[in-house]
């Protein structure tokens, strides 16, 4: 529907390394993998636990067999466009886009309380003196939360993100992104973890892409493209509020506030454009998703691939309403300790 030809991905934190690789749409489902060679050792470790798939990483420290993948469903539409202890909660780098914080005592979302715990408990590990109404060292009472947080966690789960580390610096798809994930699946079933990149702007419009598109009756032209995956099958996210959620049933919510659809879905979203529900804002159009076997994806954490970080719903709706260019570094300078050190690494260089 939204499919691209020859459009490049990044902006000014993400410039791609080398031209991408060509379209993979393809009108065949199957499985498209991609191997490497020997993979250097991460200087970020990631904690993860599993079972091995029987290809996947050895204790030698061999990567992976493939990184962010394909289990495509036939649907040709996308064409690839050129922790440990003292990782945690940090203050956002820019202190500008920090609201009014968190009340966990008023919050019933469990990442904000899961959060809080963690932050106090990196408050505890650095002074165990420390009482427990206290202040944490950012300057905030115990008792709440900045409105952006991020901190590492050891499994994938629905709703966090995947954040690169600089193992992927030589991927041209995949280096320094910042994955969605929507749905963690389970093992032993067709059904295994997909998402989205949020931070691969393509900065045009669909309807500079697609004539279909231009008419003034289709509510979709004016909608800006990001690049999801390698994955054929495009994407959509849909930002809710309370006024509006009650109207979107039908699409799955990730987190509070963020839903998603597949291409199969646009009629539905058509509707409540036109019926003012939801607006041009509140979308987000990916071309392409990624996609993995369940054991595949734990093996690429294993092997240091991925750092695998739980967020805080209003950083990840602001990625979906401006310009995501830089959210790489912003999630890592969140995380805190060798995270923060990674953003400022320049990129490796594997020539």
Known sequence: MWALNNLKAGGPCLTPRRPAPPSLASPAAGRRLWRRGPVRAPLVPVRASGGRRKDGPSGDGEEAESKASSSGNGDADASIPTGDGSDGLNQPHDESKASEPINISNSSYWRDVRANLVRREQELLLDPSAPTDSKTSSGDPAGQLPQKWAHAITMPEAGCVLVATEALDDDSIFERTVIFLLRLGSRGTFDGPFGVILNRPLYTKI?????????????????????????????????????????????????????????????????????????????????????????????????????????????????????????????????????????????????
Request: proline share 4%.
């Open 207 to 351: 309807k500079h892409v697609n004539p279909a598109f231009r008419d003034q009756a289709t509510p979709f032209g004016d909608s800006n493209l990001f690049f999801g995956g390698p994955v054929d099958m495009s994407m959509f996210l849909v930002r809710t509020n309370d006024q509006n959620r009650s109207r979107l049933k039908g699409f799955e919510e990730v987190i509070p506030g963020i839903c998603y659809g597949f291409r199969t879905d646009l009629e539905k979203a058509a509707v409540l454009m036109k019926s003012g529900a939801i607006g041009t804002q509140d979308l987000r159009f990916f071309v392409g998703h990624a996609a993995w076997d369940y054991e595949q994806l734990l093996g690429e954490i294993r092997a240091g691939y991925w750092a695998v970080a739980s967020c805080s719903t209003e950083l990840i709706s602001d990625a979906l309403m401006g310009d995501p260019a830089c959210l790489w570094t912003e999630i890592l300078q969140l995380m805190g300790g060798q995270y923060s050190e990674l953003s400022q690494k320049p990129k490796q260089d594997s020539s």
